[in-house]
């Protein structure tokens, strides 16, 4: 059984940093590409990074430039480096591993002064 659990959400301020990181059981990790989606209040679910299983990265427009997304396949861990941090930022953040569709929980993460 595929589990996902999101971790290193919190409160920062403006201009703060935070890392999610997201770890993954049940699944043969290397072979998949893996995402980050968010969710702000009375908003649809949007895409905000993926990584291949090659690691080759893609952002929406955004976060580019702010965030970063990486993996460490020996770990079965993606993590989300999220710089310059701005209220609009302000979202459940939830994992995504795109093989069989599979979800994590979601980490929240609030930005405000």
């Known amino acids: 059984q595929v589990q996902l659990v999101e971790s290193g959400g919190g409160l920062v301020q403006p201009g703060g940093s935070l890392r999610l990181s997201c770890a993954a059981s049940?699944?043969?990790?290397?072979?998949?590409?893996m995402e980050w989606y968010r969710q702000a209040p009375g908003k649809e679910r949007e895409w905000v990074a993926s990584?291949?299983?090659?690691?080759?990265?893609t952002y929406a427009d955004p976060v580019k430039g702010r965030f970063t997304i990486s993996r460490d396949n020996a770990k079965n861990t993606v993590y989300l480096q999220m710089n310059s941090l701005k209220a609009e930022d302000t979202a459940v953040y939830y994992c995504h591993q795109v093989r069989g569709d599979y979800w994590g929980q979601g980490t929240q993460v609030t930005v405000s002064s």
């Open positions: 049940g699944t043969i990790f290397s072979i998949t590409n």
């Open positions: 990584i291949t299983r090659g690691a080759y990265t």
